[in-house]
């Protein structure tokens, strides 16, 4: 299949084309580079454009006539969509129904969805199921869910057949050392503990108070790669005439801060120097999915269980690209 990766220039959506190339599909990315790298396209097609333009996006459809849609194109950062929710309503809800529109007047009826699982809030019970009421505690984890309404309502008038992919916490690098995650700033636990074996400043732990076994948050873990096939198989599944609906992607098991820093003590060789701050506002204590209905509707199972070599994957990548794709 053709496939249009909107965003496919960033962490999530770069591993995902190298994926789809893998499994035989063409790919090909529309990217406004806010965030993406050129670097990151392994020489797939690519139209510079924006999602506010919606001229651009039908352009775009128009020239490649793509059989289905992946949506990763967002502003992720949860601290800053508190401080500047315009941006996170205006880059992620409105820039979706731009979309959208286009894509019904193009005729593609097919789109997958990088969703999260903020759209959940505070947990109620764990782990979390997709059946969980949705109630997020920030405007980007609104600005997710009201795009994934969206589409339930676009399904249901003019059967546009989605799937919203809930994700936890995407980590780790391409094993083959080609792609790895770039943010600026980054605020991701991961890189930023690598950073400490590589000598930056003492780790800032947010938070060793919290009702969980060693005092800090605990994460659901999920490596870039495991995700990227499972986009791969949702819109295979969707071809397959699948009417889709949200699925969590996460390991099913969750770590803790400590349990980070050990782990990459581990995968380093060196001493990882932290200090423990307070509670970052809008943490919440424990995240874990419940990822059977993933693992059911793609026939799909996380293949990176293990910590340490997620962290592993990453160490790879930050070694050989100190400076990220500016090397
Ligand atoms: N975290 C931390 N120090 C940092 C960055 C993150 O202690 O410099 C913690 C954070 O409080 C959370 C976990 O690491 O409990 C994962 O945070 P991250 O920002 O990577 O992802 P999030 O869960 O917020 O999406």
Known sequence: MRILVIG???????????ELRRAG???????NFSAGHPQALGGSEVFVGDLADPGAIRQCLEHWQPEAVIHFAASIFVGESVTAPTKYYRNNTVGSLNLFDALLECGVKRIVFSSTCAVYGEPRFLPLTEEHPLAP?????????????????FRTAYDLRSVC?????????DPEGELG???DPETHLIPL??????????????????????????????????????HVRAVERLAEGWAGEPLNLGCGREYSVRQVIAAAERVTGRAIPYEVHPRRPGDVPR????NRRAEDALGWQPQWTDLEEIVGSCWRWMQSHPQGYAD
């Open 25 to 31: 599909h063409e790919p090909v990315v529309f990217d």
């Open 165 to 173: 992919l809930r994700y936890f916490n995407a980590a780790g690098a």
């Open 287 to 290: 995240l874990v999915a419940d």
């Open 193 to 230: 503990v690598l950073r400490g074996a590589l000598g930056a400043e003492p780790l800032r732990v947010f938070g060793g108070d919290y009702e969980t076994p060693d005092g800090t948050c605990t994460r659901d873990y999920i490596h870039v790669q495991d995700l990227a096939r499972a």
């Open 8 to 18: 496919g220039a960033g962490y999530i959506g770069s591993h995902t084309v190298k």
């Open 137 to 153: 505690a920030s405007p980007y984890g609104h600005s997710k869910r009201f795009v994934e309404q969206m589409l339930a309502d």
């Open 181 to 183: 995650e770039d943010h």
